[in-house]
């Protein structure tokens, strides 16, 4: 080997910037490519099921699939001499609660909530009677004739509060007969953190927002997204005065 080979090459002031400004990304990527792949805390539980409650039937809930019921559909029907009644109540387990409040008489209605309704300590949890139909008198209830509204729910985890929702149709037919069909239910698993009734999956299993883009959570970061119109990254881009 010449001497005049073991010469050090030198470089431009911009080049060494830019090889520089690589490492430094590069080294930014690396560090979001561990904060992404962190396992995420919070989570909606989704379970979907097809069950009916018909006359006097009955169906509990185990929101947490611990095997222990959180809350028990009952569909109570009897009869006289004179009429017959059919009656839906949704009957929370001890220290658990179901949406709502005590209207007419002091029922406590559960009310029947719509897909995008906010469950959460904000709501009052003092309800419990769905619907009701007597023959020759006539319904009451706010779950009359619904399809596809919500139970807003609060059960224990191990001494605290979290909140979820159980998705139903109920009908009345034939003058006296109240059938409720159970389609799904879910839960948050962060304690009293909120939950919106209808929606089966958190940020941590759809998607996340970045800014002004919705990109999937899975996606680590990359040198193409830490490029992407981030204010601080322009100084990177900077030539040289």
Same mark, same amino acid.
């Given at each position: 080997? +010449? ?64 095997? /222990? !019921? ?17 009656? =839906? %109540?949704?009957? *929370? ?12 008489? %002091?029922?406590?209605?559960?009310? !029947?909530?719509?897909?995008? !309704? ?35 729910? +609060? ?37 009293? +953190? *909120?939950? /919106? ?6 940020? $941590? ?7 002004? $883009?919705? =990109?999937?959570?899975?996606? *680590? ?18 030539? *040289?005065?």
């Amino acid at each position: 080997m +010449k001497p005049s080979d073991k010469t050090p090459s030198t470089v431009s002031a911009s080049t060494q910037q830019r090889l520089n400004m690589y490492a430094l990304a590069a080294s930014a990527a690396g560090v979001g490519v561990l904060a992404l792949a962190q396992p995420a805390q919070a989570r909606i539980i989704y379970t979907a099921v097809h069950h009916v409650v018909g006359k006097n039937g009955r169906y509990s809930i185990d929101l947490n699939h611990d095997k /222990v !019921a959180d809350l028990t559909l009952v569909n109570t029907h009897g009869c006289n001499t004179d009429f017959c009644v059919d009656a =839906l %109540s949704a009957v *929370p387990a001890a220290g658990n609660g179901v949406e709502g409040m005590p209207g007419f008489l %002091s029922i406590p209605y559960a009310s !029947a909530l719509t897909r995008g !309704a906010v469950i959460g300590p904000q709501q009052p949890f003092q309800g419990k009677f769905m619907a009701s139909s007597e023959s020759g008198q006539g319904t009451i209830g706010k779950w009359l004739n619904v399809d596809n509204h919500y139970l807003g729910l +609060k059960f224990q985890i191990n001494g605290k509060t979290h909140f979820g929702w159980a998705r139903l149709s109920v009908h009345v037919s034939g003058g006296a007969f109240v059938k409720a069909t159970l389609t799904g239910y879910a839960y948050e698993t962060i304690a009293n +953190k *909120p939950i /919106v009734a209808g929606r089966t999956k958190s940020d $941590a299993d759809g998607t996340v927002d970045q800014g002004t $883009a919705m =990109l999937p959570a899975s996606q *680590p970061a990359t040198l193409g997204l830490l490029a992407m119109g981030s204010p601080s990254h322009s100084v990177w881009r900077r030539e *040289p005065r």
